[in-house]
């Protein structure tokens, strides 16, 4: 593997225990005002020293983020749609590699929809994505989209998971879905797992272990974070179930004793 491209996965996946935990904060792409992401600089830049790295949209890190930020960019290049259109997950370029190569990002995140009419759009767009990751050294983490009418089953993740791995990502998020093991199984790249939409801290956390006992590597996690009630408490207590192997009942107890004591 070429040297800028290894070089980068080690800035989104820790080469210390191959482990990651990144945070999405992208959603605004989409969902315009997100709750927990309206005050941006307020809520995340507190979270960007305990993320190993962030995944965010081109807007977001220039009038949010400062340049003297040393948590590494995974930059959204899929896009143009929103939750207002019927073909919500049709989505294509919203940046080029230039731009995000001048925004010196360690990764760049594309979702694909693998079952819908308009499949063949967004794999065909997808796989010009991963030509030019190979041709600049830039990990593609594939971000597998699905569908309202879609079963969120391990076959279903598996096949959307396989076919990105298949056709050039570096790393695949997915969702997490019983028999997950199965799934990591079948995928030859890295696997994080989204966190869907809020759950309460326990379960959050409960989730996250699942995973990573799964074979996971780690999360790109962004609601069960950032509108957890403590959201600086909650990206630590994420850290030390996925890199200092606490079970979530000890990662729920560090989460409280953090909150007490204002992190
Ligand atoms: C969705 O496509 C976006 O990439 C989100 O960033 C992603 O779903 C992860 O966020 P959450 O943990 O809130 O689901």
């Not at 965010?56 to 040393?70: F, H, M, V, W």
């Not at 600086?232 to 179930?241: C, D, G, L, T, W």
Request: aromatic share 6%.
């Amino acid at each position: 593997m070429d040297w800028g491209l290894k070089n980068r996965l080690n800035r989104i996946i820790r080469p210390g225990d191959g482990r990651t935990v990144m945070l999405a904060v992208d959603h605004g792409y989409f969902m315009g005002p997100t709750s927990g992401l309206d005050d941006f600089r307020k809520t995340i830049n507190p979270l960007l020293p305990y993320a190993d790295t962030v995944m965010l949209t081109r807007g977001a890190l220039r009038n949010y983020i400062p340049p003297d930020c040393e948590t590494p960019v995974v930059l959204r290049v899929s896009g143009g749609t929103s939750i207002l259109s019927k073909e919500l997950l049709r989505e294509g370029s919203i940046v080029t590699m230039e731009d995000a190569l001048r925004l010196n990002v360690a990764g760049v995140a594309f979702s694909i929809l693998v079952g819908a009419d308009f499949e063949r759009d967004t794999l065909l767009e997808f796989t010009r994505w991963c030509d030019d990751c190979q041709k600049y050294g830039v990990p593609m983490v594939a971000v597998t989209a699905v569908g309202k009418e879609m079963v969120r089953d391990e076959k279903y993740m598996s096949l959307a998971s396989r076919i990105a791995a298949e056709l050039g990502a570096h790393i695949v998020k997915t969702y997490f879905v019983d028999g997950f093991e199965r799934l990591v199984e079948k995928v030859p790249v890295p696997v994080v797992i989204a966190g869907g939409k809020k759950l309460p801290e326990p379960e959050a956390l409960r989730m996250t272990a699942q995973a990573l006992h799964a074979g996971a590597v780690g999360v790109d996690m962004g609601r069960n974070i950032f509108q957890a009630e403590d959201p600086v408490s909650m990206i630590k207590a994420v850290r030390a179930v996925v890199h200092e192997k606490h079970t979530p009942e000890e990662a729920f107890k560090l989460y409280n004793e953090l909150r007490k004591k204002g992190h």
